[in-house]
């Protein structure tokens, strides 16, 4: 099957550096997050959100993870962070239909993870590297 289309240049941010999807069941929550990313990461790189279902509501949509992606990709990768079960099965059920080596789903926490991606596909990093960055938060302690 043919992978998802990322496109190459696609986004007006920093060329070269990776992507992230924010995948949530609330479109709220999505965009906070995304205005979060800003203020740590600037525009150096592409965030976009797949908040919610189709109408607006609290849910996850299949279509708007896939044009996210497509959105965000740089040509150097995309890295979706869900926030939890029915928003990790969707975006897995795409990835299956649209298998993309430069796309990784990955396990990290919501927020940690998509700040500690940012931060690091700021610098250029690779998908391998901003992969990790984002799992690597589950050991972030906050006491």
Same mark, same amino acid.
């Given at each position: 099957m043919p992978g998802l289309p990322v496109r190459a240049g696609y986004h007006p941010h920093? $060329?070269?550096?990776?992507g992230l999807v924010l995948v949530s069941h609330s479109?709220?929550?999505a965009a906070g997050l995304r205005e979060l990313l800003r203020q740590v990461?600037?525009?150096a790189v592409a965030v976009t959100v797949a908040g919610g279902d189709d109408d607006g509501g609290l849910g996850t949509s299949y279509e708007l993870i896939r044009d996210a992606i497509a959105e965000a990709g740089s040509?150097?990768?995309v890295v979706v962070l869900p926030?939890?079960?029915? $928003?990790v099965l969707t975006a897995k059920a795409l990835l299956a239909d649209h298998p993309d080596p430069r796309v990784r789903l990955v396990d990290a926490p919501f927020?940690?993870?998509a700040v500690a991606a940012a931060v690091i596909a700021a610098t250029g990093a690779?998908?391998?590297?901003? $992969?990790?960055?984002?799992?690597?938060a589950w050991h972030a302690r906050k006491l």
């Open positions: 920093m $060329s070269g550096t990776v479109p709220d929550l990461a600037g525009d040509g150097e990768g926030d939890l079960g029915s $928003s927020v940690e993870g690779d998908l391998d590297t901003v $992969s990790v960055a984002a799992e690597e």
